[in-house]
């Protein structure tokens, strides 16, 4: 159990220097005074000091009392838990705090003022909020709570029976249970689009296709015809060639067909020789005269190469038609001679003859190309040649090319087959993972609706709620029972998920709480906030000793404020303080607030 000891303070809000309240010393005290005096900032430097905070959320610059000379103020308050004594202080100026926390003595302060807070708060157990619930009451909070709407009491009792825990687990829930909505539902959307692509595909022709065989290039007769155009280009002088190798050919069988006979016998004497000679060259001088007189004259007429004029030629014409009239005779006496003079020079020129031929033989061996071809080209076949030749290489590129073509699409589809293929295998893998993964997630997601349910207002809150209110029902009656003799009864009733209604009994009569009288609300109030207090007490099992009920006894009458002192006199182990400024009970403990130049002090 917290025992409140002593409390002292200077220069805080409106007081002065050296103020101090013992808070254990009597069960119940009265702090009386008039308003402004500084009655309510009692509560207020308890708070500042145990929780850097005040219910009046006054700032930090306008706690020290403008009417002061002092710079700082500072408060001290002395307790006791369980047996151990602590002590915190607090100091202030403008501009910078100091608070220390001692236990039995020994400084426990933290490095940092909100470390030490922590600290403190740690070891009453309870924060500022329980604090203003179970230590601090007013009656305008105490009437805010009865008469605030059924929702906002719901509200109220939640926090203030500690369940926020419930509902912040539900809201750390439901952000999960949304969260794992969305995984659930990107986990069914992946799985929907597997499924999508996996319809689409096994529509897809996946079969492997076999590659054509594709003909071999036309070679040979790209070849065939480059030769061949080559030839039309040169045929000209390639049938030149062949004719004069031909030529010589001929020559070459002329000269091998001769007939070469090596020397025999001596010819006859050389005078008949000579006049056989003499007589020859008489008459080859004759037969030469005449065909050289024959080249020259080729008709009875010609023309000056000069001046081109005719020329008569009538008289050499005459003489060489009388020599080709005797051509034939002297050609046979030529004959006849010769082939005496040849006998009897043919010993003589056998020989040289022999020799020639060979010569001559060598000659055309030399010239005669046996490589080349004896017949002619002929334009007009090697140009149909050709005409066949491109058009077996096109029909065989065309072919080429389509089977290129074919082999190109079956690539292709055996690529893209293939690639699907293995895409699908991939898909099912991932289809087969994320089916799993969404059955986890639902599971997850099942498991955290139930969670979001159960930590509802409709779930575990209203079922504490149902059981508390009972007991904060039972309590409120026992507090009424005393400060109104029976009169009043008051009921909770849950209305619905979110709704709380506070149900006054008026001898057997429901009544709204408004349509009380002050006093009677007073007496309900009251009630109210010790069987709130004792509830807290019990469930945050952070007993304290003190209660200040700040202005809470104002619209009660005399009867119902002795029936409240008597009820609190009965209170074990409670040190409460009445603040009031009309009302003075003469056996009571008294502190007196007054006021002087703007400084407030206390006086017993």
Not at 419 to 440: N, P, R, W, Y
Request: aromatic share 6%; net charge negative.
């Amino acid at each position: 159990m917290i025992i409140f000891e002593e409390v002292r303070w200077g220069n805080t809000f409106s007081y002065g220097p050296n103020n101090k309240i013992r808070l254990d010393g009597t069960p119940l005290t009265q702090i009386v005074g008039k308003n402004g005096h500084g009655k309510s900032s009692i509560a207020l430097i308890i708070e500042e000091v145990l929780f850097n905070q005040n219910s009046k959320k006054i700032k930090k610059s306008d706690i020290l009392n403008r009417y002061s000379k002092e710079k700082n103020y500072t408060i001290e308050l002395d307790f006791d838990k369980d047996g151990t004594k602590y002590n915190v202080a607090v100091s202030r100026t403008s501009s910078a705090s100091n608070i220390k926390l001692s236990r039995d003595g020994i400084d426990i302060s933290s490095h940092t003022a909100t470390g030490t807070y922590k600290t403190l708060e740690g070891i009453l157990g309870f924060d500022h909020k329980t604090f203003s619930q179970i230590v601090y009451q007013s009656s305008v909070s105490s009437l805010e709570f009865l008469t605030a709407t059924d929702t906002a009491r719901k509200k109220f009792l939640i926090e203030l029976l500690n369940l926020t825990v419930y509902t912040r687990a539900a809201d750390v829930f439901k952000e999960l249970s949304s969260g794992m909505t969305k995984q659930v539902e990107s986990a069914q959307t992946k799985i929907n689009t597997v499924r999508t692509w996996l319809t689409k595909y096994e529509k897809e022709d996946l079969t492997i296709r076999e590659l054509a065989d594709e003909p071999n290039q036309p070679t040979e007769a790209v070849n065939e015809l480059a030769l061949i155009n080559n030839e039309l280009k040169n045929i000209e002088l390639t049938n030149k060639k062949i004719s004069t190798n031909n030529k010589y050919r001929e020559l070459m069988e002329i000269v091998l067909t001769r007939s070469i006979l090596a020397p025999d016998t001596l010819a006859q004497s050389d005078e008949w020789v000579t006049d056989k000679k003499i007589r020859l060259a008489a008459l080859q001088s004759k037969l030469k005269n005449g065909k050289t007189l024959a080249a020259k004259c080729d008709g009875p007429t010609s023309k000056c190469p000069t001046c081109t004029q005719t020329i008569d030629n009538s008289t050499m014409y005459h003489m060489v038609e009388e020599f080709e009239a005797s051509k034939i005779g002297l050609l046979s006496e030529i004959d006849e001679i010769t082939k005496i003079i040849a006998l009897e020079t043919a010993l003589k020129t056998q020989w040289t003859k022999y020799n020639d031929s060979i010569l001559e033989i060598e000659k055309y061996h030399y010239l005669i190309d046996k490589d080349l071809i004896t017949e002619l080209l002929d334009k007009n076949e090697l140009e149909s040649k050709v005409t066949a030749l491109e058009t077996e290489i096109s029909t065989v590129n065309r072919i080429i090319s389509k089977v290129k073509t074919s082999n190109k699409a079956i690539t292709e589809h055996n690529s893209k087959a293939a690639v699907i293929t293995a895409q699908m295998q991939d898909m099912k893998v991932e289809l087969e993972t994320h089916s799993v993964d969404l059955l986890d997630k639902a599971a997850q997601l099942s498991n955290l609706q139930v969670l979001v349910k159960a930590f509802s207002t409709t779930g575990l809150v209203a079922y504490k709620i149902e059981c508390l209110v009972k007991d904060l029902e039972e309590l409120t009656n026992e507090y009424l029972n005393e400060l109104a003799d029976g009169r009043f009864q008051l009921s909770f009733k849950i209305a619905s998920s979110d709704k709380l209604n506070v149900v006054i009994t008026d001898n057997s009569h429901d009544v709204d709480i408004l349509a009380l009288s002050s006093g009677e609300r007073a007496r309900v109030n009251v009630a109210t906030l010790l069987a709130i207090r004792k509830l807290m007490q019990t469930l945050s099992n952070s007993r304290t000793n003190l209660l200040i009920l700040d202005e809470t006894v104002e619209n009660l009458d005399s009867e119902g404020k002795e029936r409240l002192i008597e009820v609190l006199l009965k209170e074990e182990n409670l040190n409460t303080f009445l603040i009031s400024h009309g009302f003075s009970h003469p056996l009571l403990e008294k502190l007196q607030v007054v006021k002087e130049k703007n400084i407030s002090r206390i006086e017993t």
